[in-house]
């Protein structure tokens, strides 16, 4: 009997020997290596302050720095990320410059250098222009997220701090690789080149018309419904856009405007544009582009001074196609404010109006290859 009790003792003691070992063991294993994220601040109502916790509308947007916004959502972004922070600016998105946009271009190449992903912090008021922007000019295929806003950091129900941390869990899983640049606000994933701004208050504004959403982020599950059409060239040279604002200099970023018609509309805006030097104008025209008699006369004047023009409709869906009408380029279903964008990028690298057409044709109306 007394054999029996020591075997018995003997094995309780190997049992917990072995289990003592393996514990140490567990603690002394190197912790799961963590995607690097990092999170540039641009300013925007996501870094906004308030007078009171219930001032949704009156508030100083770009006060906080993004290194506290990344702050507050410690401890819970450790477990998704290993994040660092860029300051690039701090203001509301309305302020930033093409020259800035320039720049900021080349702070998220830099960073994409030695990240895995970049999530970029920005106004909404502007933001579907960041990310079309960003979208035709980083030349890193990794993840690019932007979030941001509707109501300031500091009242009660901000939908900042659940946006940011989306969005850099988004940006972390890596799913969107080779997509371009993505907008992740209110637990939807937008593509760049579709998304727009449809409300001035409302925290669901950031909309993509007939395209949809990319998908959604429901808590810890990110899922991916549909993809841009760029991804069938994942992994190639030419997913890269022409536009390596690298070798842009600043000095050559060309100046171009948006005219709006209605009823009746005068000529005189297109006039304006043109003699003060615009190098493009985009037209936002009623129907399928539309514009008035003496915005088309002053058209036809401005391009025999040089100046290009994109045409677009005002009506939000739908597309005007391009029909080879000399230096008026069909800008298909971007909106004004994006075909702005293609057009000041296609005109920096070069005036053939044919080249231009074909990249709006191409870059700006990106379809998948049914063909394979």
């Known amino acids: 009997m007394r054999g029996i009790l020591r075997r018995t003792a003997l094995l309780t003691a190997v049992v917990a020997l072995t289990a003592g070992t393996a514990t140490a063991a567990e603690q002394h294993k190197s912790p799961a290596k963590r995607p690097k994220v990092a999170v540039i601040g641009t300013g925007g109502t996501i870094a906004g302050v308030s007078d009171s916790r219930v001032d949704f509308q009156d508030y100083q947007s770009g006060k906080i720095p993004v290194s506290e916004l990344v702050g507050d959502l410690k401890p819970e972004v450790n477990e998704i990320a290993d994040v660092s922070t860029v300051q690039f600016g701090n203001k509301g998105s309305g302020s930033y410059s093409i020259a800035d946009f320039r720049e900021l271009t080349l702070a998220v190449d830099k960073a994409l250098r030695t990240n895995d992903a970049a999530v970029v912090t920005t106004g909404t008021d502007t933001m579907e222009e960041f990310a079309y922007w960003l979208d035709l000019t980083v030349r890193s295929d990794k993840p690019v997220i932007l979030t941001g806003a509707m109501r300031p950091w500091t009242v009660l129900g901000t939908d900042g701090p659940?946006?940011?941390?989306?969005?850099?869990?988004?940006?972390?899983?890596?799913?969107?690789?080779?997509?371009?640049?993505?907008i992740m606000l209110n637990d939807e994933i937008q593509a760049a080149r579709e998304v727009r701004k449809t409300d001035a208050l409302r925290m669901d504004t950031f909309n993509s018309g007939a395209s949809g959403s990319l998908g959604v982020v429901d808590q810890d599950r990110v899922r991916i419904n549909r993809a841009p059409a760029r991804i069938e060239k994942c992994g190639k040279p030419s997913w890269r856009t022409p536009f390596d604002v690298g070798r842009i200099a600043e000095k050559d970023l060309p100046k171009v405007e948006i005219a709006y018609s209605y009823q009746g509309a005068g000529g005189e805006a297109v006039k304006a544009f043109a003699d003060a030097g615009a190098d493009g104008v985009v037209t936002a025209g009623t129907g399928a582009g539309g514009i008035s008699s003496s915005m088309s006369a002053a058209r036809t004047d401005a391009t025999k001074q040089g100046v290009v023009f994109a045409s677009t409709t005002r009506t939000g869906n739908g597309a005007v196609y391009d029909g080879g009408d000399g230096a008026v380029v069909g800008a298909a279903d971007l909106s004004p404010q994006k075909a702005r964008i293609l057009l000041l990028l296609s005109l920096a690298k070069t005036d053939d109006v044919e080249k231009i057409r074909g990249w709006f044709t191409t870059l700006g109306t990106a379809e998948f290859n049914s063909h394979g």
Do not use: D, E, M, P
């Open 162 to 182: 659940a946006n940011l941390y989306n969005a850099i869990q988004l940006a972390a899983g890596g799913k969107t690789t080779c997509f371009g640049s993505v």
